[in-house]
């Protein structure tokens, strides 16, 4: 599975962003997916996680009510709609995927994710 994010950029506090990770490969739906984030000097963080199906979702203490991550099996896609932004969101945001057969729910753990996209950089100004 080779993954591509996008839609990372520049906004002001309160405002919203939605990123997308575009997944190739006929077996995405075989496939947990999350979003972990990393800011300048920190370790990388989970940020919400969407189960095979998109019937389970899982968010990070710091996102939750905040963002909503969901998925399109259909077209192999999975956002992440990001509202009420603050400057502590700013970091590289990445997407992930974990076979989801006899795998732990939620992924949280960044260590045990299968394939990585490149990270797209989101910037919350104050």
């Known amino acids: 599975v080779q993954l591509q994010a996008s839609g990372g950029g520049l906004v002001q506090a309160g405002g919203s962003l939605r990123l997308s990770c575009a997944a190739s490969?006929?077996?995405?739906?075989?496939?947990?997916m999350a979003w972990f984030r990393q800011a300048p000097g920190k370790e990388r963080e989970f940020v919400a996680a969407?189960?095979?199906?998109?019937?389970?979702?899982y968010y990070g203490d710091s996102v939750k009510g905040r963002f909503t991550i969901s998925r399109d099996n259909a077209k192999n896609l999975v956002s992440l709609q990001m509202n009420s932004l603050k400057p502590e969101d700013t970091a590289v945001y990445y997407c992930?995927?974990?076979?989801?057969?006899?795998?732990?729910?939620?992924?949280?753990?960044?260590?045990?994710?299968?394939?990585w996209g490149k990270g797209t950089q989101v910037t919350v100004s104050s």
């Open positions: 490969g006929r077996t995405f739906s075989s496939y947990a």
């Open positions: 992930a995927a974990k076979y989801a057969l006899g795998s732990k729910w939620p992924p949280t753990d960044y260590y045990g994710m299968d394939y």
């Open positions: 969407i189960s095979w199906s998109g019937g389970s979702t």
